[in-house]
């Protein structure tokens, strides 16, 4: 499975980006996956930023709980990620993962991930 990540950008404090990763693979092994968000700034350790099971139940971290959004498009073995109310501690490399297993997938050890959207957040 190759996972293709985009979106990104330069968005001013407050603004939104919506940011997309799309998985090569067939519509039926894409609906197995569990999906996640991860990111990573400069100088700092990988970050969990939010999580969609296969059933497209959508969960995310206490830090951007309320601004940001996962949704999913099986049809077009796609995994979106709305970011609202954007901060400048919000920028980094925003990479996106799939895996069968919830743990791994949420735990940023599954096997499938992207290569990252690069989001950056003007003050």
């Known amino acids: 499975v190759q996972l293709q990540a985009s979106g990104g950008g330069l968005v001013q404090a407050g603004g939104s980006l919506k940011l997309s990763c799309t998985a090569t693979t067939t519509a039926q092994s894409f609906r197995n996956y569990h999906l996640a968000w991860f990111r990573q700034a400069p100088g700092k350790d990988r970050e969990f930023v939010g999580f969609i099971t296969r059933g497209g139940g959508p969960s995310s971290a206490d830090s951007v709980k309320g601004r940001f959004t996962l949704s999913r498009d099986n049809a077009g073995n796609t995994v979106y990620l709305q970011m609202n109310s954007l901060e400048p501690e919000d920028s980094g490399l925003y990479s996106c993962?799939?895996?069968?297993?919830?743990?791994?997938?949420?735990?940023?050890?599954?096997?499938?991930w992207g290569q990252g959207t690069l989001v950056t957040v003007s003050s």
């Open positions: 993962t799939a895996g069968t297993i919830v743990s791994t997938v949420r735990g940023g050890t599954a096997p499938y």
